[in-house]
């Protein structure tokens, strides 16, 4: 009896549901391997994977490395605030939950599990165009502060038509995905002739045995559509990713039309998909409002520079014309630290809050937020800066280069 008393004492037992898988990861890298393990494989390469050899979706993650913080001490760090300023709204952090498609494969309440964890966190969200939950439910999750992002198709009057209906259910701001005037080819989708939405082909099947958790949630959550666009364009019906996209996107977007979805949207726009200095100049000199330095978490061109990378140099030529979002290969709090020191207003996220959701549904993406929060204090307090005013440039330096 004593024994187990002092056993009780010194050990925490957790169960097997969602919340002992979680309460056992320390990061945002081991969620990726519960949900690797929980998800059948060809869904987890579709979240995981990128473009060709990858080459970009690794560099985004490790170029983070290039940079040291050059930390301070003896400040006084008793509290640490990470709340700031995102165009026009305060936030409890510099983090944006970046678009992404399809999420319900991941979780059958899909946007509607994120749109609630990023409102309880008082971050703000972006549903996709290819969003599996319409604007009108993810309105209704929450009151937590919304983005719309437009992928630009052929059918003008539909892309028009999401913007109001978006305006109506409130959304704050938009975000213009310009990096997808075709797809990324994707080749672990390929091998595995993945389609959206997924088709219940006998790999799948098979697959699925493996994953019970997974394919209860899949069978009992009801058909996966294009939900904005479904009964529009086809939205109910399995196809592989590349040739919807080929059949529906513009590729003839230019800047011309930012003037366009001036007309049709009056609140804040901001450009995703910026991957020069160049263009950054641009879409300030076209009035965006702000700027994700994106290219699309490596899925589409490979081989394009690592969003970090730009930060200091587009900072630079833009001055504080626009605000200015970091969004690839974020999986710590450090990296948002990094990103804001060489002049980011804030960082998007994407896969990190998605492992989240694969590994545990909507209390894995609380899971996720809570850890790159959590881990932005403790980086902030070691490093010596109380608030997110406190992070500037000094507080970092290329890797190996010590300042005097
Ligand atoms: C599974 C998945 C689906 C995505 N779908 C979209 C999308 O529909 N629209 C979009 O603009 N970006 C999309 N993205 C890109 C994200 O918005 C974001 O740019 C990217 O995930 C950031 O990189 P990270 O995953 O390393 O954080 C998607 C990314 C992933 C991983």
Request: neutral net charge.
């Amino acid at each position: 009896m004593a024994l187990i008393s002092t056993l009780r004492s010194v050990a925490r037992f957790s169960g097997p549901g969602g919340r002992g898988r979680l309460s056992r990861a320390a990061n945002v890298d081991d969620l990726r391997a519960i949900a690797k393990g929980r998800l059948p494989r060809g869904i987890f390469d579709y979240i995981d994977g990128g473009a060709e050899d990858e080459t970009t979706l690794a560099g985004n993650s490790a170029a983070f490395n290039d940079w040291s913080f050059v930390p301070r001490i003896m400040r006084d760090v008793s509290e640490v605030d990470t709340s700031t300023e995102l165009l026009g709204q305060r936030r409890a952090a510099p983090i944006l939950l970046s678009p992404t498609g399809f999420t319900r494969i991941a979780d059958s309440d899909g946007e509607i599990a994120v749109a609630r964890a990023a409102a309880r966190a008082g971050l703000p969200f972006c549903l996709s165009t290819l969003g599996t939950r319409s604007i009108e439910e993810v309105a209704a999750a929450g009151a937590g502060d919304k983005w719309f992002q437009v992928y630009v198709w052929r059918d003008r009057d539909l892309v028009a038509d999401m913007l109001t209906r978006a305006r109506a259910a409130g959304y704050s701001t938009i975000a213009l995905t310009v990096d997808t005037a075709v797809l990324g080819r994707r080749e672990r989708d390929v091998r595995r002739g993945f389609t959206l939405p997924p088709k219940l082909g006998l790999g799948t099947v098979i697959d699925g045995l493996t994953r019970p958790a997974w394919t209860w949630d899949f069978l009992r959550g009801g058909e996966i559509t294009f939900a904005n666009v479904a009964g529009s364009v086809g939205g109910g019906t399995a196809v592989t990713l590349s040739d919807f996209i080929s059949s529906q996107f513009d590729p003839s977007l230019s800047w011309d039309d930012i003037a366009w979805f001036r007309e049709h949207w009056s609140g804040p726009i901001v450009v995703k998909g910026i991957q020069s200095v160049a263009d950054a100049r641009l879409a300030v000199d076209h009035g965006a409002e702000g700027i994700m330095l994106s290219n699309h978490g490596g899925r589409q061109l490979d081989h394009s520079p690592a969003p970090i990378h730009l930060v200091a140099p587009v900072r630079e030529a833009v001055g504080d014309r626009t605000t200015i979002i970091c969004d690839g290969g974020i999986r710590r709090g450090s990296d948002i630290v990094k990103a804001i020191a060489l002049g980011a207003d804030a960082c998007g996220i994407g896969r990190a809050y998605l492992y989240g959701l694969g590994a545990g549904g909507e209390s894995g993406v609380d899971t996720a937020i809570g850890m790159l929060v959590s881990e932005m204090q403790r980086t902030m307090a070691l490093a010596g800066v109380r608030n997110i005013g406190e992070i500037t440039c000094d507080l970092v330096a290329p890797r190996g280069r010590i300042p005097r």
